[in-house]
Nanobody, 115 residues
Framework: QVQLVESGGGLVQPGGSLRLSCAASGSLFSTYTMGWYRQAPGKQRELVAR???????DYSDSVKGRFTISRDNAKMTVYLQMNTLKPEDTAAYYC?????????WGQGTQVTVSS
C-alpha cells in the first residue's frame, strides 16, 4: 500500500508563494497520474492540479496560471509550486492519484493565506 506524506504548507501573505511536496512510498508511483487536492473548511475536497506519468499537466480554472505541478519519479515525489497566492487558496492540501483517489489520504499540509 502506498503511503503519502505532504509537507511545505504554512502561513503566507497574499501574493506570496509556497512549494508543497508529497513523498510517496511504493514501487508503482511512476505509473500513476498524480494530483493535488485541497479542502477548505465546510467545503468538499477538490482536485486543483494533476500530472500524468509522462508529465502532462492540467489545472482547475481557479489556480491556472498561478500553480505548477511537477514530479520526480526517481524520488517518488510530487510538487506543487504555488505563486500569487490568494486568501481563497486557504485550505488543507493533499496529494493522491487523479482523477480518482485510490490511496489512503495522508495528513495533508495546511496553507493559510492571510495578511
Amino acid at each position: 500500500q502506498v503511503q503519502l506524506v505532504e509537507s511545505g504548507g504554512g502561513l503566507v501573505q497574499p501574493g506570496g508563494s509556497l512549494r508543497l511536496s508529497c513523498a510517496a512510498s511504493g514501487s508503482l508511483f511512476s505509473t500513476y497520474t498524480m494530483g493535488w487536492y485541497r479542502q477548505a473548511p465546510g467545503k468538499q475536497r477538490e482536485l486543483v492540479a494533476r500530472i500524468t506519468r509522462a508529465g502532462n499537466t492540467d489545472y482547475s480554472d481557479s489556480v491556472k496560471g498561478r500553480f505548477t505541478i511537477s514530479r520526480d519519479n526517481a524520488k517518488m515525489t510530487v510538487y506543487l509550486q504555488m505563486n500569487t497566492l490568494k486568501p481563497e487558496d486557504t485550505a488543507a492540501y493533499y496529494c493522491n492519484t487523479a482523477i480518482t483517489a485510490i490511496f489512503d489520504w495522508g495528513q495533508g499540509t495546511q496553507v493559510t493565506v492571510s495578511s
